[in-house]
């Protein structure tokens, strides 16, 4: 009875650290077009996300596209470090995207590059 009691503490101790160190993404940062400035007729989201792989290792990417679940779009890559800091604001224009970063970077994304459904 004993060895069963140690045998399901080990495989329920093994299941709970691996749904810890599961992959993960989280939406670290949004922002959608304003509806006044419509691109070619449409809106358009960003959002920024934060994944953790299995490893542990974690990684930013940020998505401009028309599906506000950032499905499809415009991918980037983002420096873990800008990433960790966050996104301070994004500001739309007709000719780009401006995002500032905590840290005081600034990352510009034409809207050539994210319209016309890309």
């Known amino acids: 009875m004993l060895l069963l009691g140690v045998a399901a503490g080990v495989v329920l101790s093994t299941a709970v650290l691996t749904a810890a160190s599961w992959p993960r993404t989280e939406v ?51 420096d873990t470090y800008l990433g960790a800091e966050g996104i301070r604001s994004a500001t739309w224009t007709e000719s780009e995207v401006r995002v500032r970063f905590s840290t005081g970077h600034e990352l510009s994304v034409p809207a050539g590059a994210f319209t016309g459904g890309r």
Request: cysteine-free; hydrophobic content about 30%; overall charge neutral.
């Open 28 to 78: 670290a940062y949004r922002s959608a077009s304003p509806a006044s400035l419509p691109y070619d007729g449409s809106r358009y989201f960003l959002r920024m996300e934060h994944l953790r792989d299995l490893s542990g290792d974690d990684s930013y990417r940020m998505v401009i596209g028309r599906q506000p679940d950032a499905s499809y779009g415009h991918w980037l890559h983002i």
